[in-house]
């Protein structure tokens, strides 16, 4: 049996906020594997277990650019080391320049973008001069290029922690807010559950037969439970799915087809997600629960 070290029950620790004695439970009973493990608690503990896709895991900014007819947009995220270098009207002024290359040249890939040039410079150098400047790391993590089949609507919330891109066909201006509004706050994965990946349905699928499993329903009772729990997760992420924010009555799919509109494509980043970042103390988090336990 594979080891389990304190440094395996931290890191589960604070990638699903469980207990520190369940995380360890886990990946005894996981065998070491971690994304077995955090399944295994996602089954025991229920959404305790996912607060890890809530975090912010690293600093930075979404930084956008829109065309004024609504028909090209991009959005870039850009990484550094603290909230404070975040706010510093240089890094913005890097990521909405960033935004603007990706909208008029098209590169393709993170190395394309970071070849062409700002005033006279490479992006790289532009990057590498920032860094020196400041004293912090940054970094060009992501971005996308929208030429829009009906027009796109943009929406950054929380400093610009959360950038959303929405082509809109048909409908109007309120309707296209209203749509990025919804998609920040209700975070969607896909627009229908036909584009949710593959290993993410699996995955739900294989945690709801754990959990049908430990009712000890009958195998064709657990049968439709586990059935019922994907497709509810499925209309949780898929936006066409989800009720609507600012009406709950009816979907975005009724919204969208009251309005005589359709969304081919949408467009969602939070600065820093899957990107770990480890701030909790763990020293101090186990001498305190020992001293919980020597209490009782």
């Known amino acids: 049996m594979a080891e389990i070290t304190a440094s395996m029950v931290k890191e589960l620790r604070e990638k699903t906020d469980a207990p520190m004695m369940e995380c360890k439970k886990a990946l005894t009973e996981a065998g070491g594997d971690m994304a077995k493990a955090e399944e295994i608690l996602r089954v025991k503990l229920g959404n305790k277990a996912a607060k890890a896709s809530a975090r912010v895991a690293a600093e930075g900014i979404v930084g956008t650019w829109l065309a004024s007819d609504g028909k090209l947009a991009a959005i870039v995220e850009v990484n550094c080391e603290t909230d404070f270098v975040a706010k510093n009207p240089d890094f913005l002024g890097f990521a909405a320049k960033l935004a603007e290359l990706v909208a008029s040249k098209n590169p393709a890939d993170v190395a394309a973008l970071s070849a062409l040039t700002i005033d006279g410079k490479t992006v790289e150098a532009t990057r590498a001069e920032l860094v020196g400047r400041i004293g912090e790391n940054m970094s060009i993590r992501r971005f996308v290029r929208i030429q829009a089949k009906g027009k796109v609507a943009q929406y950054v919330h929380g400093g610009a922690k959360i950038g959303v891109l929405v082509d809109v066909v048909g409908g109007d201006e309120t309707l296209a807010k209203d749509l990025a509004m919804h998609i920040a706050a209700a975070k969607p994965v896909a627009l229908s559950k036909e584009q949710v990946p593959a290993e993410l349905i699996e995955k739900e699928r294989n945690i709801a037969a754990a ?82 336990a020597a209490a009782r």
């Open 211 to 292: 959990k049908a499993a430990e009712s000890g329903k009958p195998a064709d009772i657990a049968a439709k439970m586990v059935e019922g729990s994907v497709q509810k997760y499925l209309k949780e992420v898929t936006l066409f799915g989800q009720p609507f924010v600012k009406d709950d009555k009816q979907t975005i799919e009724q919204l969208l087809k009251a309005k005589g509109a359709s969304v081919p494509a949408f467009t969602l980043y939070i600065v820093g997600e899957g990107i770990e970042k480890k701030t909790t103390d763990f020293a101090a988090e186990v001498a305190a629960q020992a001293a919980a």
